[in-house]
């Protein structure tokens, strides 16, 4: 899950920002509602998370403005204004949900996760692919009720996938939700990941919900369906050779 976070008191983001990263978050911090629409005009985020009372634009004008510019990313707002008008003003200016401050931030993690949940569509906190079960809360995954043992950016990929299952994901999607810009290794680490968790998924019959769209990137399906993708187009399960693999998961 990749947050930006906007929030001009640094001790209150700090301390966000912490518990954010604890359940496997990357974080963007910035202090201006200004730098804010800057970043989310390039790159895409899970959930913006905004104060109202910042230094030049306001949340409410900030807010007001991505949803004129058409943006869908959902915003929370978290402030100390905690009269009712502030709520109505900033859920009618297009926010989905208002926080007030002081709060506690298992509160926030898990208002995050509600409003990053219902605007993939996913209304339970676990997603059901075929055999596979990936449980939100924890981050954890499992089959056919075993668990299968990931790191976190395996699970942070799977769970991508997941939600946007049957989505094409190119490499650079993969790599801005995993590093949210900061320290990115090389692009063909994200080849490294699949080809690990494919080896993973396969223990338990299921290396085939990951598909590969040459040229373009990856994709999570439940079925291969051959007459919208040509069997030239996917690659075969545990393509290459031993020594190939030996060398990208020691790379890794």
């Known amino acids: 899950m990749r947050i930006l976070l906007v929030e001009d008191e640094l001790v209150a ?4 920002a912490l518990a954010l990263r604890a359940i496997g978050a990357v974080v963007e911090h910035v202090d201006t509602a200004d730098d804010a ?3 989310i005009k ?3 985020y899970d959930i913006v998370v905004l104060d109202i009372q910042l230094p030049g634009l306001d949340g409410y004008e900030a807010v007001r403005r991505i949803r004129a510019d058409r943006f869908d990313v959902p915003v929370l707002i978290v402030s100390g204004l905690s009269q009712a008008q502030s709520r109505v003003r900033a859920l009618s200016a297009g926010a989905d949900d208002f926080l007030t401050k002081p709060f506690d931030n298992a509160e926030l993690v ?3 996760r509600a409003i990053v949940r ?3 569509g996913i209304c339970q906190p676990t997603i059901n692919v075929g055999a ?12 056919d009720g075993a668990p299968i ?3 976190g950016k395996e699970y942070a990929i799977l769970e991508l996938m997941a939600m946007r299952k049957g989505m094409i994901l190119t490499k650079e999607i993969f790599l801005n939700h995993l590093y949210g810009g900061m320290d990115e290794p090389e692009i063909k680490i994200i080849d490294v990941f699949i080809c690990k968790l494919r080896k993973k998924l396969n223990l338990y019959g299921l290396s085939s919900l990951i598909v590969t769209i040459w040229g373009r990137g990856y994709m999570m399906k ?3 369906d051959k007459s919208i993708y040509p069997e030239k187009s996917l690659e075969p399960v545990n393509r290459g050779s031993r020594a190939f693999d030996r060398k990208m998961l020691t790379a890794a």
Do not use: C, G, P, Q
């Not at 983001?13 to 966000?16: D, L, T």
């Open 118 to 120: 219902r605007s993939k």
């Open 110 to 112: 898990a208002r995050i």
């Open 37 to 39: 629409l800057d970043l």
């Open 132 to 143: 596979l079960v990936l449980h939100l809360e924890n981050r954890e995954a499992t089959a």
């Open 149 to 151: 043992h990931l790191t």
């Open 222 to 224: 439940d079925f291969v």
């Open 42 to 44: 390039f790159y895409e």
């Open 13 to 16: 983001a700090k301390a966000m």
